[in-house]
């Protein structure tokens, strides 16, 4: 029986070994739920481990900031849910030179990833990608993190083992609006993940990446040359749309793009922008049936720090409304109309850096268009989880 991935956990009484299987036959779909159940049974004591804020907090200024070489499996959501195994070399926070292994030796192409596009090259020839798959794990592990900051009952801490790194194992039961289990392993020595497992309620695993082996970098030791994509003899780009993503943005591919919001030129410091959605009508398309919005997603250091920029596209009866309105100075929102959109900053920062985030608004498609398909693909991989 091939092993997808291993975990042994040692928690406070006892080491369980468990084995996560990513082929879902019945024997390792029930591996997968013993698994669950007995990380649940060995729970360290409150006061042997960080608290969970703490960690998730960590955690995610490492996925954003860390630079590394690393070789890991990863379920891939470009080639039909199956395991692949790569060898990465990520200058944080975009870029990705990865390298398609098989049976431990390179297989002869490699990809590039940047903030606009994915490649694969192969003897001289550029393949263009439907979309990135590298930033989109980074960008589910942090999305899966913040819930388990902020789920309830709170996360089960547990120490543990991938491999030959030491972690700490972050683990939530499905609760009513998020069915599925997760479960992060993050090493104790760097606060980087190295083991993200997500489970939906049939028991299949949805979400996977595990590091086997991990060399952390600083920038300059990454040479340029591993981001940079060649001049190609010949260029392809695959002919079908990109998968996942949300129904209402896969169903309006055929029409004319909607207009793309304006992007924050300034946030305070330690924020950024994670996440850009397109609001669904309730029934239509955003722009003909009902107004075109947009929310634009900025996190802070802490887990509750939290800026929501909404942008709608209004007419004149709109902007007739918005200059009956205004916004106390005291007050934890902002309104606005900048280029045709009317503005609302929601945040817990004082009322003059709401503002400032609101006047400096512009025109950004290099930075949104990537943004919101990344975004979308992440929420149609969100939906999928709780529609099981």
């Known amino acids: 029986m091939d092993r997808e991935a291993v975990i042994t956990y040692d928690g406070s009484l006892n080491a369980v070994a468990c084995t996560a299987g990513l082929r879902m036959s019945n024997l390792r779909r029930y591996a ?228 793309l919001p304006l992007f924050p030129q300034w946030l305070p410091s330690n924020y950024h922008v994670e996440a850009l959605s397109l609001l669904r009508c309730h029934h239509g398309v955003p722009g003909q049936d009902c107004a075109l919005v947009y929310q634009l997603e900025a996190y802070g250091p802490e887990l509750d720090d939290l800026v929501s920029i909404f942008q709608m596209k209004a007419g004149d009866e709109g902007r007739k409304a918005l200059s009956h309105l205004s916004s106390p100075q005291q007050s934890n929102y902002v309104l606005s109309e900048k280029n045709g959109w009317v503005i609302a900053v929601f945040g817990d920062l004082p009322h003059k850096q709401l503002r400032k985030i609101a006047t400096q608004l512009s025109d950004s498609p290099d930075m949104v268009k990537p943004l919101l398909d990344q975004t979308s693909t992440r929420d149609g991989i969100l939906d999928q989880l709780r529609d099981q």
């Not at 360290?44 to 900031?65: F, R, Y």
């Not at 200058?91 to 990809?111: I, K």
């Not at 943005?249 to 207009?259: F, G, I, K, R, V």
Request: net charge neutral.
């Open 32 to 259: 997968v739920n013993l698994c669950a159940l007995l990380l649940a049974l060995f729970p360290l004591t409150a006061h042997a481990a960080p608290a969970v804020g703490k960690i998730v907090n960590e955690a995610i200024k490492a996925v954003q900031k860390t630079s590394y070489s690393a070789r890991l499996k990863f379920l891939s959501q470009i080639d039909n849910d199956s395991v692949r195994e790569v060898r990465v070399s990520h200058l944080a926070p975009d870029l990705y030179h990865v390298e398609p292994l098989r049976e431990g030796q390179p297989t002869g192409s490699y990809m590039v990833e940047n903030a606009s596009e994915l490649v694969r090259i192969s003897n001289g020839t550029v393949m263009q990608l439907p979309r990135r798959q590298f930033s989109l794990n980074d960008a589910l592990t942090i999305k899966f993190l913040r819930d388990l900051g902020a789920m309830k009952p709170p996360t089960t801490v547990l120490s543990g083992r991938v491999g030959k790194y030491e972690t700490w194992m972050l683990r939530q039961d499905m609760v009513i609006n998020k069915p599925y289990i997760i479960t992060v392993g993050i090493d104790k020595a760097t606060w980087f993940p190295v083991f993200l497992l997500v489970i939906d309620g049939a028991g299949k695993a949805r979400v996977y990446y595990e590091v086997e082996d991990i060399n952390y970098k600083q920038p300059a030791e990454l040479a340029d040359s591993l981001f940079t994509v060649p001049e190609s003899r010949g260029s392809m780009r695959l002919p079908r749309a990109p998968e996942g993503g949300h129904a209402l943005m896969q169903a309006q591919a055929p029409q004319a793009t909607p207009e």
